[in-house]
């Protein structure tokens, strides 16, 4: 039987009448801002948590609102949410309540002049998780401004204007509850770990290897912690735009290309700076048609942004994979600066102004945006991937930024200078890693080139969000291919990271050798201990508690989420289950599928193992 495909749960933005709102206006007839977004504006506050969206973006909802007005009465009136944005809700009211049909507008009208008339309102309501942006999240008594009311449908409709954003409330009522618990969680589990490993040096003589492996695990963890939280991105320079080229590397995406390319051209950012580059790598899906569809669409909507002229689409006759498509790219790109995008990730429309600030310092080669999961709120496996993607950014590659040498530019959204990669183009496109050649992991292979004679970094501020596996068929896929692309890279960054800033080089082979170590340490500490002293493993246990800790506490340290909780069980689903990829990937690297995907590799294997049981099954068929 076959299975059901499980469906992604997505925030539900809100459309705009205009297809390009972020734009800026050639004519100057407009600016970019919304004007929900003055009072925000106004504030002059950062909107960390909307996750790169801006304040006026509104965003479908459907949970239940209460209205308390107050004049010389109080009144209250029982709604449903039917859009939501940082600074303001509109409601929909039942047409007749409290009314006979006949009476209804009567009903209404008296109920709009409440309303109008009340010298102070206040809104009830609970913001679900998947509404808005991760960390919004929670329950709302707010003051709040009657602004109109309209009919649709037999439905009355009132909008409100809060009385502060949404933001502004969360970090006053809820943030400061989760910034003092995770601090304190934090402080207490580092300190716990700290007295551990000072036991570990008591015990050292007993089992030199296994406690010194202890040791180091400790030293690095608490080191990325401590120098993400020191982290700062770079700020912002309104008159810095130098020219931009994102190339769009795609294969068999049909159902996200057109979000992609969309997403990358509603940039906030000068129209004659930036160009955009869709390269077709042979797809076998509707592709092509979508891709045709979406830019003839734009061509036909309006000719004020040159949309003509800073979209190219190039084709390949065949499938040669993704770094020659990104290559394809680079090679028509007309700009020095270059941002790779995958065809299933999606900008914010200011990712491009934030990715490109570090790039005024000349020492600097590539720059790696902050990747949010934007199907977080599907299931287990999405939410747990969403705390891991945080803090393998925030906190992992932080850590690495603060040294100047980011080791893996991620693919999502990534931007490099030109003229490095075009050094290095074709020893990038004909790698070979014992004879074999390299067919994935061309984010990491392009950051080695780029980090041997620059540096690299992170920016926070530049954000884009991306589809993750919803599956734990589809995740193991993925992670196995990540796993042998992270063994052969860092096997090359290690002959030539020891020329960088020495704490990096050394925090560089602790975290090679950990992961490496690590299925033999756990076999030791959980099955051989236990059977031959017969004593249960509760140090182990208790360190990797202390660890799982660490992550969850920090997710609700730096993004005040409720998704803290799956901190602790990616953590435990890493050691028991993706863990043991590792030995795997030492004996597989030279395999070429993808996995996820079926790239010409993937239908190779698959044909090949499918020849395979034809033939057992005929040979099972003589024998019988």
Known sequence: MKKKKVQDVFMRPKSDRRMFPHIPDPSYQRTVRDRREELAANQKKSNKATAGYSPGQRFEGDFPVRIVCSSSRRFVFNGTCSDISQSGILVSLPAREGAEPQNANASDDARIERLKKAKEIKLFFRIPPGVLPEGMESSVKIGARFVRFFEKDNMLFAAFEFGIDLDEYCK??????????????????????????????????????????????????????????????????????????????????????????????????????????????????????????????????????????RVKYIERIENQGKREAMARGARHAKHDLLVFVDSDSFLAPDAIRHIVQPMKNEKIGGVSGRTDVANTYTNMVTKMQAVRYYIAFRVMKAAESYFDAVTCLSGPLACYRKSIVMENLDAWLNQKFLGQRATFGDDRSMTNFILKKHRTVYQDTAICSTIVPNTHKMLLKQQIRWKRSWLRESVIAAKFIW?????????????????????????????????????????FLMGLVLLASMMSFAQMFFRKSNLWFYGFVFCFYYVFILLWQMPVAWFTFWKSTWGTRMTPSDVEAQNRKNRNAEQNGKAGDVTA
Request: glycine share 4%; proline share 6%.
């Open 172 to 309: 006053r009522h809820k943030d400061r509850s989760s910034l003092m618990v995770s601090s304190l969680m934090l402080f207490g589990v580092t300190l716990m770990i700290f007295l551990m490993r000072l036991e570990g040096l008591v015990y050292f003589r007993f089992n030199r290897l296994l406690y010194l492996y202890s040791i180091i695990t400790a030293i690095y963890i608490l080191s990325r912690y401590l120098f993400g939280a020191l982290y700062k991105p770079f700020p912002v320079d309104p008159d810095y735009t130098p020219g931009v080229t994102i190339i769009i590397p795609c294969f068999n995406e049909e159902e996200w290309i057109e979000k992609t390319i969309r997403c990358c051209l509603d940039q906030d950012y000068p129209m004659d700076k930036l160009e955009v580059i869709i390269v077709n790598d042979y797809s076998t899906d509707r592709s092509k048609q979508v891709i045709f569809d979406a830019i003839k669409n734009i061509y036909g909507k309006d000719d004020r942004y040159n949309i003509k002229n």
């Open 499 to 539: 020329k960088k800033e020495p704490f990096m080089s050394l925090f560089f082979y602790m975290g090679f050798v950990m992961p490496i170590l690590a299925p033999v340490v756990v076999l030791y500490n959980m099955v051989y201990f236990p059977i031959v002293y017969g004593i249960f493993p509760l140090t």
